[in-house]
């Protein structure tokens, strides 16, 4: 028998974002929504995939040399070329390449494998109020090895967080609820036409999957980031604010303000940024944000 | 010695460090004569001082000269003359006092002086007024240099309370004269060098100490954000939570203070070295990070410096002088190592000795035996072993690059056996020249200690442990040693004159700049990094160690990150870590550390939703982090 396996693409520990206190983050590779202002695009597909950090290359070739697929190349004048269309993620650069300037998005692990690096911070965890947080990507995508692992750290005493887009089929969220403490929800869009236009998937499952998690009793933080022009109409916001008043088990609501931090990262993945001419959003809009939703009683928090 | 006092000062006596006028210079020539004709001073530590400020206030100068005359007695022929020097050190004393008031334009402090120059002081003002002139009288009129205000939210609170009850004072006078001290420490001590102020901790009873003064003492460092004194906190299971919190928010400011002493830890670790249970919960550090039992103490600090890169490499080239006796295995290499620092350790126990023994027989500290206890009941010198607790404190610097670059020859040279020890080591001596891959793998793939790794940090605790070990048992004179992991700015000196190292630090590069990972080789976060620090026992370290933890602003701009910051300080604390300093940097900090990332390996900052090495981060998204810091900060 071969042991449950996930994909995913980082653990962050001192996660402080990511719910209470200190944190460890798991991040799980994959995500039904392909949203335009994604900042984490290592997130997005659901395999292996090879990232490419130029400014760290040290030119010592290896990667020409192990490569089966002639992926890399020298080109005459000495700069090099990566083929993404030959590369088969086999990873025989990235072993050789100590300088990491070629790394492999995406590793196999074992729940077992999973704890070892959970349990080390649980004096952390014990001394801040915190504990593990599933995120990605989206966690319930690979429902089967999120569920094992959220039992092991119930097990184990651990609190848990899941980080969701919500996109997800009501069993699944059904299947892991008696081991989730607190479930991070984002919220797009209320208008099903823009979140399809702008994440590439309707959002009825989305709304009706959060009513349904209000009604079972979980606590509940919304995560809505916030990204001028595309989702901050204040009369969205006010449809947004009266559908999440009507919400049972909502603790706070989190704006959170569009940043270009991930831009970079689309051209180490090889993909096009979708919006470069966005910017963030002044701290009045925010705040303007947050009225909205506060004068309907909700709990909100602008953050950064 | 010529006196400067300004108009507008509060707590006067500093001693003229301006041009001296020529009447002045006269005065000073005279001093410099005298001095001509005194013996040279054979070296060591007397500086680093922890005055007994208790004693001195319950009896002041006047009743201490009593002491003097009532054992002088009774003593024997050499005790004599030993009590003989301490009375005319005191006279001196009092005599300096009593000119600080005659140069005194301002009637009150004019009284105030008077008042302490024979007996003890009856009010706050008296109190913070005598202790700087005891400060001044050990620094300049004896070479203690370096004397500090110490635990002087306990030393002060007797008489800070009855002025309160009083109605002498208000808490708001009170911080302005902790911030005049303050200020006069800045003015008696240049650049580069580090003075301390430990609050909080423990009473002689065991119970905590925290008091109005202790807030006082720390907002007196946020409101002056001078250079001296730094102000530690001595954090106990027993502090209260508030004052924690106190702390943390004072540490958001990015003042840089308070760090945290583990209080429970040192105060067993004195105990282990013979230090009574009253005494032993009053400690100090004496500068920086090593500690010293405040007013019974004459212990040496950072005696010497050991390069423990250099003393490695030195290994490596014992190890590699003849190929045919190169160790074949990991235990033989490491035994060669641990012989290096045992030779390193005895000869600087002999040398340190040698000079101890020389001062003992020709010099002498009347007026710092009159504040060491028990200088004045035994009727012994500070040097000849009067006071109660006598002993040596070392530190070795660049622990983690021994750690990691053992790991490294482990896993070439003994596991892998890509490399001899010879050809390593000239690849070493080649500072990597042709072997960046190299250089890089050992940097990226192999294991190291700061990582929360359980392999790096066995190797680590058992390094830490032989050292501590090795300081214990290769002494040879009369003194203890007693090990410390601690670098003040040694890291950059003794780096710049070590050649590369096995764990792939280039040449001239710093060392370790603390007892937890190396710069650059931190990866997995503040609470990884903490787990390694504590994964060995730091009770024996009284010569001090430093955890470093540095946050950008913005990531503790909020509650969240706060908390997180008193967690992963608190964690710290409660797994046994000595000391914790948590440095919190803005834009200019991030600018610094783009041009110099080696140097900012471990600065973290708030990416968005994350957290990150600052480092890390390509060069747009610095950018970002830089703007968005100025941002928060506006």
């Known amino acids: 028998m071969t042991a449950l396996t996930a994909l995913i693409f980082d653990i962050k520990k001192f996660a402080i974002h990511d719910g209470p206190g200190i944190r460890t983050t798991v991040f799980f590779k994959g995500c039904p929504l392909a949203c335009s202002w994604c ?77 070892v690096d959970l349990r080390k911070d649980i004096p952390f965890y014990q001394n801040s109020g915190g504990g593990v947080t599933l995120s990605g990507g989206e966690p319930t995508l690979q429902h089967e090895f999120a569920l094992a692992l959220l039992q092991q750290c119930k097990a184990e005493g651990l609190h848990t967080a899941v980080d969701t887009s919500g996109q997800t089929p009501w069993r699944v969220f059904e299947s892991l609820l008696p081991y989730i403490d607190l479930v991070l929800y984002d919220i797009k869009h209320i208008d099903g036409s823009s979140h399809q236009q702008h994440t590439g998937s309707d959002n009825g499952r989305i709304l009706e999957n959060l009513q349904r998690l209000g009604d079972s009793g979980t606590p509940i933080e919304i995560r809505m980031p916030v990204i001028p022009t595309i989702n901050d109409d204040p009369e969205e916001i006010e ?66 | 010695m010529p006196l400067d006092i300004g108009p507008e000062e509060r707590i006067v006596g500093r001693p003229l460090l301006r041009l001296p006028t020529p009447s002045e210079a006269r005065q000073i020539d005279a001093v410099h004569d005298t001095n001509e004709s005194i013996p040279p001073f054979p070296g060591g530590d007397a500086g680093h001082f922890q005055p007994d400020f208790d004693k001195l206030f319950e009896l002041g100068i006047g009743g201490l000269r009593r002491e003097i005359e009532s054992r002088r007695q009774h003593a024997s022929a050499e005790q004599e003359t030993f009590y003989q020097a301490c009375g005319i050190a005191m006279a001196g004393f009092s005599r300096f006092v009593l000119r600080v008031a005659d140069d005194c334009d301002d009637i009150e402090l004019a009284r105030a002086c008077r008042q302490v120059a024979t007996e003890p002081p009856a009010t706050f003002h008296e109190g913070v007024q005598l202790m700087f002139l005891t400060i001044v009288a050990l620094w300049f009129g004896e070479d203690h240099a370096l004397t500090t205000p110490g635990r002087m939210d306990q030393t002060l609170r007797r008489l800070y309370e009855q002025d309160l009850v009083a109605g002498r004072t208000t808490p708001e006078e009170a911080l302005e004269l902790i911030c005049c001290l303050y200020i ?22 065991g119970n905590d100490a925290t008091c109005d003064l202790t807030y006082l003492c720390l907002a007196a460092r946020q409101a002056t954000r001078l250079v001296y004194p730094t102000v530690a906190l001595a954090w106990h299971e027993g502090t209260p939570p508030e004052l924690t919190d106190y702390a943390c928010r004072m540490l958001r400011t990015g003042v840089g ?16 070295h013979g230090v009574s249970v009253a005494d032993s919960y009053d400690y100090m550090n004496s500068t920086c990070v090593e500690i010293k039992v405040v007013g019974s103490s004459h212990i040496w600090v950072t005696a010497p410096y050991f390069n423990c890169a250099q003393l490695m490499l030195d290994a490596l080239d014992r190890a590699t ?14 035994q060669i190592v641990r012989d290096q620092f045992a030779t390193a350790v005895r000869d600087a126990a002999q040398r340190l000795d040698a000079i101890w023994e020389a001062r003992a027989q020709t010099g002498c500290f009347p007026l710092g035996s009159c504040l060491i206890d028990d200088c004045l009941e035994r009727g012994l010198d500070f040097d000849r072993g009067g006071a109660r607790y006598n002993w040596v404190e070392n530190s070795f610097v660049g622990l983690a690059n021994l750690v990691d670059g053992m790991i490294a020859i482990e896993h070439l040279i003994y596991d892998t056996g890509e490399l001899s020890l010879g050809e390593f080591r000239q690849i070493l001596q080649r500072d990597f020249a042709d072997a960046e891959p190299l250089r890089q793998r050992i940097l990226n793939r192999l294991p190291s200690y700061g990582n929360g790794d359980e392999g790096a940090d066995a190797t680590a605790a058992k390094w830490a442990g032989a050292l501590i070990d090795i300081t214990a048992r290769h002494t040879v004179g009369p003194h203890a040693y007693v090990p410390g992991f601690f670098c003040w700015v ?27 990972a190396a710069q650059g080789r931190e990866r997995r976060g503040p609470t990884a990094s903490v787990l390694s620090t504590t994964r060995w026992s730091h009770r024996a370290a009284l010569g001090g160690l430093v955890h470093n933890v540095r946050f950008s602003k913005a990531l ?15 964690t710290y604390l409660r797994r046994g870590g000595f000391e914790i300093q948590v440095n919190v940097v803005g834009a200019d900090t991030l600018r610094a550390a783009q041009a110099d990332p080696e140097a900012y390996a471990d600065l973290l900052v708030r990416v968005a939703g994350y957290s990150d090495y600052f480092v890390h981060l390509d060069a747009n998204l610095q950018a970002e982090v830089i703007a968005r810091t100025e941002h928060t900060a506006a």
Request: glycine share 12%; hydrophobic share 40%; proline share 5%.
């Open chain 1, 239 to 304: 449809g947004t604010a009266r559908f999440l008043a009507g919400i049972n088990g909502i603790t706070k609501v989190e704006v959170l303000p569009y940043h270009k931090l991930g831009a970079s990262k689309y051209a180490r993945l090889g993909r096009e940024y979708q919006l470069p001419e966005a910017q963030p959003p002044d701290p009045a809009t925010m705040e303007s944000i947050a009225g909205i939703l506060r004068a309907h009683g909700l709990n909100v928090h602008v953050g950064s």
């Open chain 2, 321 to 334: 002088d003849d190929e045919v006796s190169a160790p074949a295995t990991l235990e033989g290499f490491e």
């Open chain 1, 39 to 115: 900042h984490n695009p290592e997130a997005i597909k659901p395999t292996r995939e090879l990232v490419l950090f130029e400014e760290k290359c040290i030119a010592c070739g290896e990667c020409f040399r192990v490569c089966p697929q002639q992926a890399h190349e020298r080109l005459a004048d000495g700069t090099r070329v990566y083929h993404r269309d030959r590369c088969v993620l086999c990873g025989a650069c990235t072993e050789v390449c100590y300088a990491e300037a070629l790394v492999m998005e995406g590793r196999e692990v074992t729940v077992a494998e999973l704890m």
């Open chain 2, 556 to 570: 503790l701009d909020n509650d969240a990150g706060l908390q997180a910051m008193r967690g992963v300080i608190e």
């Open chain 2, 490 to 516: 040694m890291h950059g000196h003794l780096g710049a004159d070590t050649g590369a190292t096995p764990d792939g630090r280039r040449a001239g590069m710093a060392l370790a700049d603390g007892a937890g």
């Open chain 2, 184 to 205: 006069q420490c800045n003015n008696i001590l240049g650049p580069g060098s580090a003075l301390s102020v430990l609050v909080g901790g423990r009473d002689r009873h």
């Open chain 2, 257 to 272: 203070d308070p760090a945290f002493f583990n209080d429970e830890l040192i105060v067993s670790g004195l105990r282990d």
